[in-house]
């Protein structure tokens, strides 16, 4: 593994918030499932036998769609931040950094529009092609900046002073 800007004492701009990024990544696909698992089991103690989940129709897609979102969601996002010329990207147990001519693409997720950011890489990392976070405030920033343009500007910034000072 790389030596990250943590282990190297570098100090690291992060891009996503402290609370609202593991309420989405933990907490709030942990209740998810404890309330599905609760239902499951009220139901099984309540009728004596388990729930014949074919006549649950609509709701029950509705159920299983949401959870296949939730699960998708929860899975990539990430904590992302940067630090001298590099993307730092952790899931809490790992992280990596990953140089920002690596990064191809730093965009808005058009289904959660202005409050996620999607960073798409070049080629695979140890955690994936695609990462997203959530900026601080995004809910409330949402309606006068774009988050994404954080991360855009901190590129372009390196990109001039690394050509400038001729590195």
């Not at 209740?31 to 009220?42: D, E, F, H, Q, V």
Request: proline share 5%; aromatic share 14%.
């Amino acid at each position: 593994m790389q030596n990250t800007p943590e282990t190297d004492a570098v100090r690291i701009h992060w891009l996503c918030g402290a609370i609202v990024t593991p309420l989405n990544m933990f907490v709030g696909p942990a209740l998810w499932y404890a309330a599905l698992l609760a239902l499951l089991i009220y139901s099984w103690v309540l009728s004596g036998h388990p729930p014949d989940v074919r006549k649950l129709g609509f709701v029950g897609i509705f159920v299983l769609a949401i959870t296949v979102f939730i699960t998708f969601v929860s899975a990539r996002i990430k904590r992302v931040g940067a630090a001298d010329g590099h993307l730092v990207v952790s899931n809490y147990r790992r992280t990596i950094c990953v140089p920002f001519r690596q990064v191809e693409a730093v965009e808005l997720v058009w289904w959660y529009w202005r409050r996620l950011v999607c960073v798409r890489f070049r080629s695979g990392t140890a955690l994936g092609d695609v990462v997203y976070y959530l900026p601080p405030w995004a809910g409330i920033r949402c309606f006068f900046v774009d988050p994404a343009q954080d991360l855009r500007e901190l590129m372009l910034e390196h990109e001039t002073l690394a050509s400038w000072s001729g590195r």
